[in-house]
């Protein structure tokens, strides 16, 4: 088995009252993600269908927000991507050590969570040196997968940032202050 180096741990989340600076945290320190999609199952069709995926907004000293994928067809939520390409994304802060470290249950509003929801898209040419070195830098054994499987590059284009980080609510980010916003 090949030894990856752990990661650093990310350093600790941002006042919760930033909102789209907690949103970029999450999105930029989760390794990976609960993408939700519409189902093309024969038994499940036209159903939600939640799978985890692991996932990068670029590497560790280049946050972008743009969250990408390595994905092959051979997987259900990407062959459901093809029929209907709409998908949302959710991170929770108990993925790191914060929620335990606060003895805060996954449930918590204290706990943020954060949900993304946009259109997965194919990368285009122009991008898809970032997006390898955006994926094998955070997950390198991605470089040895079987090569017959047809793996490529999606990302996830924005229509709604949802988080929520606190007890009282929950709040929907203009896509403008999430992007502007670093995770640092």
């Not at 199952?41 to 994928?69: A, C, E, H, R």
């Not at 994905?71 to 914060?98: C, H, I, K, Q, Y």
């Not at 980010?173 to 916003?181: A, G």
Request: a negative charge; proline letters at 8%.
């Amino acid at each position: 088995m090949e030894e990856v180096k752990a990661p650093a741990s990310a350093p600790s989340p941002p006042p919760h009252q930033e909102t789209a600076r907690t949103a970029r945290y999450m999105a930029h320190y989760s390794d990976w993600g609960h993408l939700a999609t519409i189902s093309t199952q024969d038994k499940i069709k036209g159903l939600p269908f939640g799978n985890i995926f692991s996932v990068s907004d670029g590497p560790m000293d280049n946050s972008t927000g743009v969250v990408y994928f390595y994905v092959t067809l051979m997987d259900n939520s990407v062959a459901d991507l093809r029929s209907f390409p709409f998908a949302s994304l959710t991170f929770s802060e108990a993925e790191g050590d914060f929620c335990r470290q606060q003895v805060y249950d996954p449930e918590d509003p204290r706990c943020a969570r954060l949900t993304l929801t946009g259109k997965m898209v194919e990368v285009g040419p122009e991008e898809v040196e970032f997006a390898q070195e955006a994926m094998f830098s955070r997950h390198p054994v991605m470089r040895k997968w079987p090569v017959g499987h047809n793996w490529f590059f999606m990302k996830l284009e924005l229509k709604q940032v949802w988080l929520q980080d606190w007890v009282g609510g929950v709040s929907l980010i203009p896509l403008e202050d999430y992007f502007k916003s670093t995770p640092y």
